[in-house]
């Protein structure tokens, strides 16, 4: 695929339609961190640890249970990915107030390893979004959020 081609001008065969939203959002989800983790690889970072230093980067300190809420993640795979980052030494964890409660943060390695695997991410955000198009690019952004927050608030309502 050349530098101007989009998405629409693509010859590969479509995938079928799936008639659940949340298969469609999964697999293309899926398919989507594929293409991040290949260029997340030389990095030796998986595209979940490097959401959640970009994460901690944004928001700074932060309890584990505002992090989950932020990535809408379960707690038991968001245990597993910063027990790995902690273990690399990419983030600091340190007792909050209540001492059941975990506060983290970026550890001075954490944001050298952020810095170096930057360019590789903003890369393949580049090519998805030259792919993608302009308008298809930032109306992708809006939809996942609003998705999010609705998804977020139904689970609240049942």
């Not at 695929?1 to 697999?27: F, G």
């Not at 990535?71 to 340190?94: C, H, N, P, Q, V």
């Not at 930057?118 to 996942?144: C, E, N, S, V, Y």
Request: with cysteine; proline share 3%.
């Amino acid at each position: 695929m050349d530098a101007y081609t989009s998405i629409s001008d693509m010859k590969e065969p479509v995938l079928p339609s799936l008639p659940c939203l949340c298969a469609s959002l999964r697999r293309a989800a899926r398919a989507l961190t594929q293409c991040y983790e290949e260029a997340l690889r030389p990095h030796g970072l998986r595209a979940t640890q490097l959401t959640v230093l970009q994460v901690l980067s944004a928001v700074g300190e932060v309890s584990q249970g505002r992090l989950g809420e932020i990535l809408a993640m379960d707690s038991t795979t968001l245990t597993r990915t910063l027990d790995i980052l902690y273990r690399e030494g990419w983030i600091s964890r340190k007792k909050g107030t209540d001492r059941r409660q975990w506060r983290l943060g970026l550890s001075s390695s954490g944001k050298e390893k952020l810095q170096r695997t930057l360019p590789a991410w903003k890369k393949a955000q580049q090519t998805m979004a030259r792919q993608l198009g302009d308008k298809h690019w930032h109306d992708i952004f809006q939809l996942t959020d609003e998705i999010a927050t609705l998804a977020r608030n139904q689970e609240r309502l049942l």
